[in-house]
C-alpha cells in the first residue's frame, strides 16, 4: 500500500486539511481533489473511484468526505481499514465536524495522521496508542515546572517570613514610642523597607515623583500586606485635608470583598440550614429505588440567643423517619413539631453546626421521584438509532436548578443529529458523552425532550446519570414557623438556608 495523501474535503471538492505522506507539489494535490467530484457516480454508491493514475478512497463525513488518494497498485482492504482508522480520528478531537472545527483543530489533526501512515505506509497503531503519542509530554518541561513551582514556593514563604518580621518590628516600635519607624528593620536591600504611610503616599498619591528604582521596593512591600492602622489613619487625614485620594487595586480590593461577604450579610445569628441529598437507580425498563436523606441543621453565634427553641411545620403525608438528636426534647417535636433541648435553660452550643433532626426515606414508587427521565432508544433499521429522553417534574412544588442529564455516546461514529431539544445540549467527543443541560425546571416547564439520532445500538446510551440541585423548597415540607427566646419568649431573627442535590441518580 502507497498512500499519497489523506484530506478532508467538501463535497465540492474544496479542501479544509490536507497530508501529503510522498512529495508531492500543492497545484498536483489541488488538481487532484478538485478533480474527485467530478468522478463520483451519484447513481451508485461506492467507497472508492479510480482514475488512470491514482484511486479515491472515501467516506462521507456528514456534510464532507474523508479522502485517501493511494496509487492502483494498492491493497483496497488496507486502503478500506486505513479508511475507518482516520474516520475515527477526527471525532477525537473536533467536537462537531464541520468546517470551522476542523479548521481550529487543523494541526491536531495532522500530527494524528502523521502517527497513522509513515512515508505512504500503513502504521500498526490504534486510537488510543494516537491519543498516546500525540500528548508529547516531555520529562524536561516537567522537571522546569517542578523546579519553578519549587522556587516560587520558597518565594512565597520567604515574604511571608519576612512580613511577619515587617509586623514584629512595627509592634516593637509602637511599645518603644515610636509608631511607624520602620526603616531601621532589615529589609531587601541597601535601601530598607518603607513605612506603611510613605509606602501608600507613593502608591496612592496622584502623579508621584519618585526615582524610578523604588517603585519596585514599594510596591513589593505593599504585596507583602503592612495591614495597619497608620495606613488608614494617612488615607482619612489625606481626604480630610480635600486630597484626592486614588487607587484602582484599593478599590478593585474592596469591591471583591463586599462581593464575597455579600452573603455573610444575610446569615443571622440563629441560622437553620436544610440539607437533603437523594440517592436514585432506576432500571431503563422500570423499577427503581429511591433513598433521601435529610439534617436539620442549626449555628447560633449570640450568647445571648443560645436558649431557644424553633417551631416548624411538617406537612409531609409520606412515610418520613425521623430521628431527633439524643439532648433534644422528642416528645414535644413529635407532638407540636418545636426543637428546643430537654433542658429549656441550657442552650445550645455556640459556633458550631449542630444536627438536631435528621430523617431518612425510602421508596420503590416512582411517583415519589422529583424529576423522572424516561429514555427511549429505537433501533431505526439503517444502522443507527432514534433516540427520545423526556423529562417530568413530578412535585410541581419544587424548583430544580442546574439539571444535567449525561447520556454517554459511542466512540468513532460522530456527532449526534439532535433534531429537538429543551434547554442546551452539547457532545463532548474525548469523553463520550451527550450533556443535556436545563438550567431551571419547575412547574411552567414541568415536561421536556431531547431528540437525536446517531448511528448505535440502544445498549449503548446507558448508564444515565443526572445531576439538579434546589435551594428555595426542600423535598420534605418543613417551614420555619419562628424561633422563640425560652425564658422572654420574644421573637428572635434568624436565616434560613435550604440545600437539596444529588448525590448519585442513575438508570442503568
Same mark, same amino acid.
Given at each position: 500500500m502507497v498512500l499519497l495523501a489523506a484530506a478532508v474535503c467538501t463535497k465540492n471538492g474544496k479542501a479544509i486539511i490536507s497530508r501529503q505522506f510522498v512529495e508531492m507539489t500543492r497545484s498536483r494535490i489541488e488538481g487532484l481533489l478538485?478533480?474527485? #467530484?467530478?468522478?463520483?457516480? !451519484?447513481?451508485? &454508491?461506492? !467507497?472508492?473511484?479510480? /482514475? @488512470?493514475?491514482?484511486?479515491?478512497?472515501? &467516506? #462521507?463525513?456528514?456534510?464532507?468526505?474523508?479522502?485517501?488518494? /493511494?496509487?492502483?497498485?494498492?491493497?483496497?482492504? @488496507?486502503?478500506?481499514?486505513?479508511?475507518?482508522?482516520?474516520?475515527?480520528?477526527?471525532?477525537?478531537?473536533?467536537?462537531?465536524?464541520?468546517? /470551522?472545527?476542523? &479548521?481550529?483543530h487543523s494541526f491536531d489533526l495532522i500530527f494524528a495522521f502523521d502517527e497513522v501512515v509513515a512515508l505512504g505506509y500503513r502504521e500498526s497503531v490504534n486510537l488510543a496508542q494516537i491519543r498516546t503519542f500525540t500528548e508529547m509530554e516531555s520529562h524536561d518541561e516537567k522537571l522546569f515546572l517542578a523546579v519553578r513551582k519549587s522556587q516560587e514556593n520558597e518565594t512565597k514563604a520567604t515574604m511571608r517570613r519576612k512580613a511577619k518580621e515587617l509586623q514584629q518590628a512595627k509592634r516593637d516600635d509602637m511599645r518603644r514610642g515610636t509608631p511607624g519607624r520602620m526603616s531601621s528593620g532589615g529589609g531587601f536591600g541597601s535601601n530598607g523597607i518603607k513605612s506603611g504611610s510613605d509606602i501608600l503616599a507613593q502608591t496612592l498619591a496622584p502623579e508621584p515623583s519618585v526615582p524610578k528604582s523604588a517603585p519596585s521596593r514599594s510596591n513589593r512591600a505593599m504585596k507583602l500586606g503592612a495591614k495597619n492602622k497608620d495606613v488608614d489613619n494617612f488615607v482619612d487625614k489625606l481626604i480630610a485635608e480635600g486630597e484626592s485620594v486614588r487607587s484602582v487595586n484599593t478599590k478593585s480590593k474592596k469591591s471583591d470583598a463586599a462581593k464575597v461577604q455579600a452573603p455573610a450579610a444575610m446569615i443571622e445569628s440563629v441560622h437553620i440550614r436544610i440539607e437533603e441529598k437523594f440517592k436514585i437507580s432506576a432500571g431503563r425498563d422500570g423499577g427503581m429505588q429511591m433513598e433521601l436523606l435529610g439534617w436539620f441543621g442549626l449555628r447560633i453565634t449570640d450568647p445571648e440567643n443560645g436558649a431557644i427553641r424553633i417551631k416548624t411545620n411538617i406537612d409531609d403525608d409520606r412515610r418520613v423517619q425521623m430521628q431527633t438528636h439524643p439532648n433534644v426534647d422528642k416528645k414535644i417535636f413529635q407532638a407540636s413539631g418545636i426543637v428546643g433541648l430537654k433542658n429549656p435553660k441550657k442552650p445550645f452550643p455556640l459556633k458550631q453546626d449542630v444536627n438536631v433532626v435528621k430523617w431518612r426515606f425510602q421508596t420503590t414508587e416512582e411517583s415519589h421521584v422529583p424529576l423522572l427521565i424516561n429514555c427511549w432508544p429505537n433501533d431505526n433499521g439503517e444502522g443507527g438509532c432514534d433516540v427520545n429522553i423526556e423529562y417530568e417534574l413530578q412535585l410541581q412544588k419544587l424548583e430544580l436548578i442546574d439539571v444535567v442529564i449525561v447520556i454517554p455516546i459511542p466512540s468513532g461514529v460522530g456527532s449526534p443529529n439532535v433534531e429537538n431539544v429543551d434547554g442546551e445540549y452539547k457532545h463532548d467527543s474525548r469523553k463520550n458523552i451527550l450533556e443535556w443541560s436545563i438550567p431551571v425546571i419547575d412547574a411552567s416547564n414541568s415536561t421536556g425532550v431531547l431528540d437525536f439520532t446517531i448511528a448505535a445500538s440502544p445498549e449503548d446510551f446507558f448508564p444515565i446519570n443526572i445531576s439538579f440541585q434546589s435551594n428555595k423548597k426542600s423535598y420534605t415540607d418543613i417551614d420555619i414557623v419562628g424561633v422563640q427566646h425560652c425564658e422572654s419568649q420574644a421573637a428572635i431573627k434568624h436565616s434560613v438556608e435550604r440545600v437539596m442535590v444529588v448525590d448519585k441518580y442513575e438508570i442503568v
Open positions: 478538485a478533480a474527485f #467530484p467530478k468522478l463520483m457516480n !451519484t447513481g451508485k &454508491q461506492h !467507497t472508492f473511484v479510480e /482514475t @488512470e493514475s491514482v484511486r479515491y478512497v472515501y &467516506q #462521507p463525513l456528514e456534510k464532507m468526505y474523508m479522502l485517501l488518494i /493511494t496509487t492502483k497498485n494498492s491493497n483496497i482492504l @488496507e486502503d478500506l481499514e486505513t479508511l475507518r482508522l482516520f474516520s475515527r480520528v477526527i471525532p477525537e478531537y473536533c467536537r462537531t465536524i464541520d468546517e /470551522t472545527s476542523i &479548521q481550529e
